[in-house]
């Protein structure tokens, strides 16, 4: 008996007849692209099967030999087709970004979305064409499967990021390991409400965070090192997951007059009640800093040792109720050490009587066949967060627009506008300021196949125009306003890939 080859043979026979059927009169090129997108995935599925059948057939040439005992292949058949549907085995993921961002003297230029004075607050502006950093994640999975049906996931992501455009960066390299977790589901023993239950431990990104891609923003982001339980049924349309997420803040200052000799440290420990009631979420979050309250923010002030943040989120299967598309709408609210409402438990320098308020939505749709936008709103105002008596107010609107002009070329627009309105109260040296921020990015763009939202790798060139009020140069001497050829009315050009699987 010979193994067969069946791969190649199988697929082109998938190809060419869904190819027959895709022939349909009158379908106009947009359609046909989605069809022949449609096929790609059909075909990769196809050779996948085809490896499986190649294994299998080289199984039953092995039992027939007497190599192998019946017993002997049916396990092994059993773990290639756990392996060919991607039950078992290993996998790897990956998201990068990387180019250029070259002012309008020939130098690098200052940029990114985190770039305005209200960038630190988590008032982030549209990317396109305003990233200077080369960031990447790789993610190595390895999932199993146990004879009771019981399944396991092991993750481990690597991630580095600099701003340097040289080839070796050992120097300024952020390498840094930012998850290592295991994550048990399917488990016999449990039963009721916890039937489709899964548990985890270890250093990860929360499962459930969600963000605004289009200004590199998290609604809500939630990491540290702890353990969980996902997906906890507790009535018909309600489930439930439960987290202990630990964050350190550590070597701070504990008096004004010598810092550099008497440090503290302490951990930030947050209990987490994340709810889902069909497409709505409600997420509560308590945290407790032990001694954190030692921590020198000024006379007369004291730093949170605890705090609360909740969240209320819809997560809709339309354009805002206006046609086909998705969007994302929430409210956040923290006190204390939950007024850092974006990253959570992440600030140890918030008073105890931090508030913040913060909003956010964005959506996504077709406004004609070869015309896609999507819009997005982000606004935060908070107070008493580090001085006593300050108030950070800001808002972003945001729309990226791009037009599908072949398979494999696109031209997207990008428009961002934030307004500030930031009293620090003299906090690290910083003044009161308002005005507003303006970006304009045009960027022809190149793809394997364009169509939809998050069809990755491309390949973009851009061309930057940003300007915002002189007043907002003087916020801080540390952040890039006001810096040498950088005080607004400011052009800037590049390329840059981006990437993810």
Same mark, same amino acid.
């Given at each position: 008996?010979?193994?067969?080859?069946?791969?190649?043979?199988?697929?082109?026979?998938?190809?060419?007849?869904?190819?027959?059927?895709?022939?349909?009169?009158?379908?106009?090129?947009?359609?046909?692209?989605?069809?022949?997108?449609?096929?790609?995935?059909?075909?990769?599925?196809?050779? &996948?099967?085809?490896?499986?059948?190649?294994?299998?057939?080289?199984?039953?040439?092995?039992?027939?030999?007497?190599?192998?005992?019946?017993?002997?292949?049916? @396990?092994?058949?059993?773990?290639?087709?756990?392996?060919?549907?991607?039950?078992?085995?290993?996998?790897?993921?990956?998201?990068?970004?990387?180019?250029?961002?070259?002012?309008?003297?020939?130098?690098?230029?200052?940029? $990114?979305?985190?770039?305005?004075?209200?960038?630190?607050?988590?008032?982030?502006?549209?990317?396109?064409?305003?990233?200077?950093?080369?960031?990447?994640?790789?993610?190595? %999975?390895?999932?199993?499967?146990?004879?009771?049906?019981?399944?396991?996931?092991?993750?481990?992501? /690597?991630?580095?990021?600099?701003?340097?455009?040289?080839?070796?960066?050992? *120097?300024?390299?952020?390498?840094?390991?930012?998850?290592?977790?295991?994550?048990?589901?399917?488990?016999?023993?449990?039963? #009721?409400?916890? @039937?489709?239950?899964? /548990?985890? !431990?270890?250093?990860?990104?929360?499962? *459930?965070?969600?963000?605004?891609?289009?200004?590199?923003?998290?609604?809500?982001?939630?990491?540290?090192?702890?353990? $969980?339980?996902?997906?906890?049924?507790?009535?018909?349309?309600?489930?439930?997951?439960?987290?202990?997420?630990?964050?350190?803040?550590?070597?701070?200052?504990?008096?004004?007059?010598?810092?550099?000799?008497?440090?503290?440290?302490?951990?930030?420990?947050?209990?987490?009640?994340?709810?889902?009631?069909?497409?709505?979420?409600?997420?509560?979050?308590?945290?407790?800093?032990?001694?954190?309250?030692?921590?020198?923010?000024?006379?007369? &002030?004291?730093?949170?040792?605890?705090?609360?943040?909740?969240?209320?989120?819809?997560? $809709?299967?339309?354009?805002?109720?206006?046609?086909?598309? %998705?969007?994302?709408?929430?409210?956040?609210? #923290?006190?204390?050490?939950?007024?850092?409402?974006?990253?959570?438990?992440?600030?140890?320098?918030?008073?105890? *009587?931090?508030?913040?308020?913060?909003?956010?939505?964005?959506?996504?749709?077709?406004? !004609?066949?070869?015309?896609?936008?999507?819009?997005?709103?982000?606004?935060?105002?908070?107070?008493?967060?580090?001085?006593?008596? *300050?108030?950070?107010?800001?808002?972003?609107?945001?729309?990226?627009?791009?037009?599908?002009?072949? &398979?494999?070329?696109?031209?997207?627009?990008?428009?961002?506008?934030?307004?500030?309105?930031?009293?620090?109260?003299?906090?690290?040296?910083?003044?009161?300021?308002?005005?507003?921020?303006?970006?304009?990015? /045009?960027?022809?763009?190149?793809?394997?196949?364009?169509?939809?939202?998050?069809?990755?790798?491309? /390949?973009?060139?851009?061309?930057?125009?940003?300007?915002?009020?002189?007043?907002?140069?003087?916020?801080?001497?540390?952040?890039?306003?006001?810096?040498?050829?950088?005080?607004?009315?400011?052009?800037?050009?590049?390329? &840059?890939?981006?990437?993810?699987?």
């Amino acid at each position: 008996m010979h193994t067969v080859t069946l791969k190649k043979p199988l697929a082109i026979a998938i190809a060419t007849a869904s190819l027959g059927l895709a022939g349909v009169a009158g379908a106009d090129e947009h359609s046909l692209e989605q069809r022949l997108a449609d096929l790609e995935a059909r075909i990769a599925a196809a050779e &996948q099967r085809a490896d499986a059948a190649e294994q299998r057939a080289d199984l039953a040439e092995q039992q027939a030999e007497g190599r192998l005992s019946k017993d002997e292949v049916e @396990e092994r058949l059993a773990k290639v087709e756990r392996q060919a549907s991607g039950e078992e085995g290993f996998s790897f993921n990956v998201y990068a970004r990387s180019g250029l961002l070259i002012g309008e003297d020939g130098k690098s230029a200052p940029g $990114g979305p985190g770039v305005t004075p209200a960038g630190p607050l988590g008032g982030n502006v549209g990317r396109l064409g305003n990233e200077p950093d080369t960031y990447a994640e790789a993610i190595f %999975n390895y999932k199993m499967r146990f004879d009771n049906g019981a399944k396991a996931h092991y993750r481990t992501m /690597i991630a580095d990021g600099t701003t340097t455009s040289n080839d070796w960066t050992a *120097d300024e390299s952020n390498l840094n390991v930012r998850q290592v977790y295991a994550e048990f589901s399917d488990l016999p023993s449990f039963t #009721g409400a916890f @039937e489709n239950a899964s /548990i985890w !431990a270890g250093k990860r990104f929360d499962r *459930d965070n969600f963000d605004i891609h289009w200004m590199d923003t998290d609604f809500v982001f939630l990491a540290g090192t702890g353990a $969980g339980i996902y997906d906890m049924q507790l009535a018909d349309n309600w489930t439930s997951n439960v987290s202990l997420y630990g964050r350190s803040f550590s070597d701070f200052p504990v008096t004004r007059e010598s810092p550099g000799d008497d440090s503290g440290d302490t951990d930030n420990l947050i209990l987490t009640s994340n709810n889902y009631f069909g497409n709505w979420q409600w997420m509560v979050n308590g945290m407790s800093a032990a001694d954190n309250e030692e921590r020198d923010i000024g006379e007369g &002030q004291e730093a949170a040792e605890s705090g609360f943040h909740t969240m209320v989120a819809y997560h $809709g299967d339309s354009f805002f109720g206006l046609g086909e598309g %998705n969007f994302k709408a929430a409210v956040m609210h #923290g006190q204390g050490l939950g007024a850092e409402a974006k990253s959570i438990g992440t600030d140890g320098r918030l008073t105890e *009587d931090a508030t913040a308020t913060r909003i956010g939505l964005y959506g996504t749709t077709y406004v !004609a066949p070869r015309w896609r936008v999507a819009p997005a709103l982000l606004a935060e105002t908070s107070e008493d967060r580090y001085v006593d008596g *300050d108030q950070y107010d800001w808002a972003t609107f945001n729309v990226r627009l791009a037009n599908e002009l072949t &398979q494999n070329f696109e031209m997207q627009y990008e428009a961002s506008y934030q307004w500030m309105d930031l009293d620090p109260q003299g906090f690290d040296g910083r003044t009161a300021v308002e005005g507003d921020y303006t970006k304009f990015t /045009i960027a022809p763009t190149f793809k394997p196949q364009v169509g939809g939202f998050w069809q990755r790798p491309e /390949i973009r060139l851009f061309a930057s125009w940003s300007d915002w009020d002189e007043e907002l140069n003087d916020y801080s001497a540390d952040d890039a306003f006001g810096s040498d050829e950088f005080t607004g009315s400011q052009w800037t050009f590049g390329v &840059q890939t981006e990437v993810w699987f």
